[in-house]
């Protein structure tokens, strides 16, 4: 009890301080509004974007294209995952394309995406699949193939299907492998949602930005910034709250949102 008491209190009082900071030191240096607004700057907007209802509709359309994109790129990533470490055929042909999509930006992919796909949520949630496939992808093959063949010799030993040895075996294995993998996507959806509309759209937290940008309305700005913010924190919480049930009888410590 004591340390989730702590685990709030510390990051508060660190806000608090990081916010008080910020404040003295716009009087302090004269910075100016279009620089870095005031914390009160940001609040109002906070105050118009949700509680009048303002920001509602691009939040509700960057969230739906995050988390469809997201499970699309998520469940492809560990189907395709799970073909390519269970058959060394299917890796021989496809892998070295696997690759090579990984290894094109996928900012410079997004005006094709948009050709392909229109100026619609169908282009965001494609972006996002993409951000989100490869590091689930890598983390679902490596988790399977490190899976301990002593275990997977006892249960061939008892004649057991491979699909037993599969879903019994090297699913479990792999599955401290995979919640890393969907903590590390997160991120990544929200980049990819981000990216896909400042190249293309008329709504969304990330048009949001871009017109703060052309109006220099900084405090704006700010208040979509903190929007993604909530909803990266939800989103990363609630890997590790599923991690922890799912995969019980892990005593791993708590995941970052990315690797170091």
Known sequence: MKDRVTSFIFPALSLLGLVALWHFSIDLFAIPDYLLPRPSAVISHLKTGYIDGVFWPHFAFTLQSTITGYLLGCVSAILV???????????????????????MPKVALAPLIIVWFGYG?????????????????????????????????MMQSFSAPASLVFFRVKLYAAAGHIFAG????????????????????????????QSSLANFNTA?????????????????????????????????????????
Not at 188 to 201: H, K, P, Q, R
Not at 237 to 244: A, E
């Open 220 to 260: 704006q700005m700010f208040a979509a910034l903190l929007s993604l913010v909530a909803i990266g924190l939800v989103g990363t919480q609630t890997i590790q709250f599923l991690h922890r049930r799912v995969v019980f009888w892990e005593q791993a410590a708590p995941m970052t949102a990315l690797p170091e």
């Open 81 to 103: 995952g799970a073909v390519l470490a269970e058959s060394r055929t299917f890796e021989k042909c496809f892998y070295p394309f696997i690759i090579a999509l990984q290894s």
């Open 182 to 209: 969907l903590q590390i996507s997160i991120v990544l959806a929200l980049i990819g949602a981000v990216v896909a509309e400042f190249v293309a759209s008329s709504k969304g937290i990330g048009w949001l930005i």
């Open 121 to 153: 949520a169908a282009s965001k949630v494609v972006m996002v699949a993409l951000m989100c496939f490869f590091p689930l992808f890598v983390n679902t093959v490596v988790g399977i193939r490190q899976t301990d063949r002593q275990l997977v010799s």
